[in-house]
């Protein structure tokens, strides 16, 4: 039970500090924000399971906190277009590729022209296991 008070914590930290980088983005005076291109902000969620969104095994349902990080950016920036990419996997350690996929989707992405503007990484509790 603890452990689920934990990831439930770590999940809102990562939230909260994505969040909180894009409100320091608006202390920038409005000459500076009009030379952000118009293609907007995009960001890039990877990691394990929690970035996936797994809850409520066996069963395997998913609500990943991409969406919620999405709708909360949207919500506070309505006129900056903004893209969350979630790239998790269920059963993914840190110390057993995460890294080595995170470059291979940022080359993937960067081929079909795409880039991120944050990447956030959440990743280690299955290496806990």
């Known amino acids: 039970m603890e452990r689920k008070y ?25 000459e500076q924000r009009s030379k952000i291109p118009v293609r907007g902000v995009r960001v890039l969620c990877m990691g394990d399971s929690m970035t996936e969104g797994m809850y409520g095994y066996p069963s395997r349902r998913f609500h990943p906190y991409s969406k919620k990080l999405r709708d909360m950016l949207r919500s506070r920036f309505p006129k900056v277009p903004v893209g969350v990419d979630n790239k998790g996997e269920s059963g993914e350690r840190v110390s057993n590729g995460m890294f080595n996929r995170l470059n291979e989707v940022l080359a993937t992405a960067e081929a079909l022209g795409k880039t991120y503007d944050f990447v956030v990484i959440l990743g280690g509790s299955n290496d806990l296991m």
């Open 6 to 30: 934990l990831l439930v914590g770590a999940l809102l930290v990562t939230c909260f500090a994505v969040y909180a980088m894009f409100d320091v983005w608006t202390m920038f005076s409005f």
